[in-house]
């Protein structure tokens, strides 16, 4: 699946399970390309990530206001309420089903 500023591949786990890869590029912009795709257009992402970092940085904002930021070689959990902000092309794999079968949707969606 690619979209503007993010680019997802998943694999299929010999035990049935997924991974997904994603490649983020500086000045992804969550609202403008991920959110109109949600039912309800949700003023920030309704998902659960769990993930690792490879390479680059991400950070999230939370509805409460809070930041956090994930590096190169740290794993991540990203409760449901946050936007993601992309500064530098940031590698990840996640392990979430919920965001696995989000992503899947917004492939549909964008081969619409």
Same mark, same amino acid.
């Given at each position: 699946?690619?979209? +503007?500023?993010? @680019?997802?591949?998943? !694999?299929?786990? $010999?035990?049935?399970?997924?991974?997904?890869?994603? /490649?983020?590029? $500086?000045? *992804? #912009?969550?609202? /403008?390309?991920?959110?109109? /795709?949600?039912?309800?257009?949700?003023?920030?992402?309704? !998902?659960? %990530?769990?993930?690792?970092?490879?390479?680059?940085?991400?950070?999230?904002?939370? +509805? +409460?206001?809070?930041? &956090?930021?994930?590096?190169?070689? &740290?794993?991540?959990?990203?409760?449901?309420? %946050?936007?993601?902000?992309? #500064? &530098? &092309?940031? !590698?990840?794999? @996640? *392990?979430?089903? @919920?965001? %696995?079968?989000?992503?899947?949707?917004?492939? @549909?969606?964008?081969?619409?």
């Amino acid at each position: 699946m690619k979209m +503007d500023g993010l @680019e997802a591949s998943t !694999v299929l786990l $010999p035990n049935g399970s997924k991974a997904m890869k994603l /490649k983020a590029f $500086p000045g *992804f #912009d969550w609202i /403008k390309t991920v959110q109109p /795709k949600i039912p309800g257009c949700p003023p920030s992402c309704p !998902v659960t %990530h769990i993930g690792f970092i490879i390479s680059g940085q991400m950070s999230c904002k939370f +509805d +409460d206001g809070t930041i &956090e930021c994930y590096k190169a070689g &740290e794993s991540y959990y990203v409760r449901p309420g %946050h936007i993601p902000t992309i #500064d &530098e &092309e940031c !590698v990840a794999i @996640e *392990f979430s089903p @919920e965001a %696995h079968k989000q992503a899947e949707k917004l492939s @549909e969606a964008n081969e619409e």
